[in-house]
């Protein structure tokens, strides 16, 4: 590696940080440099920004970065402890899931625990039909004994999925704006993150819908935390173009990325996938 003090605007790079290595590959000029750290475990912002500095990365640069933060905070079960409030008669979706299961035929099969267990699963009693319309009023009072209760247990993010809400969200807004308001109000100024499904999966199927969104709620703050990090230290360096490779293969901005973790939970395997995509197009394969 020998490139230094490099500002032009046609400089692009990417940044995987696995478990082992964080690995830089540098484009500029139609020429790639590569370079790899080890990954600091504690604080993996620290290898990246260390590696800006080694490469002389400056003002200009478009940096396209994949990362396992959120995927080894779900394998290992090290994210947020999350609270999900749901319609009344729904708080078991997450146990029930689907029929497609592991040890299908199993008569007595092994599951995994949901990520949020049945204690910090709260059911509110309004009702929207499959047309949008509102069969049962959301009676926002209601809301203050789950929220003072949840704040007793610890809870650092939750998770809002009520029934048919895609198609009319208004009842999860309220709700967001309740626990907004705890927040204000709360003396020791814990940040409470909320995902709401109509913002984060917006469709029918009520389980995906909301074992995403409690995806989602379980690693936002980890994530927030690491991209406030990283954004504010690559900020002070003039670098404002940074992008986070998606589970899709495309890309997002740091804010984004803050709103909707869960598109991250692949995004370093997804970048793997689309760099071997690329290479074999340019080796003249067709079938891949």
Do not use: W
Request: charged residues 20%.
């Amino acid at each position: 590696m020998n490139e230094r003090d490099i500002s032009s605007p046609r400089l692009l790079l990417g940044v995987d940080i696995g478990g082992t290595f964080t690995d830089f590959a540098l484009l500029k000029d139609g020429q790639i440099v590569t370079y790899k750290l080890p990954t600091t475990a504690q604080d993996q912002a620290l290898a990246f920004l260390t590696g800006l500095r080694d490469l002389g990365i400056g003002r200009g640069a478009r940096i396209f970065h994949g990362s396992t933060v959120a995927t080894n905070a779900l394998l290992e079960r090290k994210g947020a402890v999350t609270a999900l409030i749901t319609t009344k008669g729904f708080r078991d979706v997450l146990e029930i899931g689907r029929q497609n299961r592991p040890q299908l035929y199993a008569l007595v099969g092994r599951r995994l625990p949901p990520l949020v267990p049945a204690r910090l699963r709260y059911e509110v009693d309004e009702r929207i039909d499959a047309q949008g319309n509102i069969l049962r009023s959301l009676a926002p009072a209601e809301l203050d004994a789950m929220i003072t209760d949840m704040l007793a247990q610890g809870v650092e993010a939750i998770a809002v999925c009520l029934l048919f809400s895609f198609l009319r969200p208004e009842h999860e807004r309220v709700i967001r704006n309740v626990i907004e308001r705890y927040r204000r109000d709360d003396e020791s100024h814990r940040t409470l993150h909320v995902s709401l499904s109509s913002d984060i999966l917006p469709e029918y199927r009520e389980y995906e819908r909301t074992s995403t969104t409690v995806i989602n709620a379980y690693v936002a703050p980890l994530m927030a935390r690491y991209l406030a990090h990283l954004g504010d230290a690559l900020a002070g360096q003039g670098i404002g173009d940074l992008f986070m490779m998606q589970s899709s293969g495309g890309v997002m901005g740091i804010e984004a990325a803050r709103l909707h973790p869960a598109r991250l939970v692949l995004s370093g395997p997804a970048a793997g996938v689309r760099a071997a995509y690329h290479v074999a197009r340019l080796s003249g394969f067709s079938q891949i």
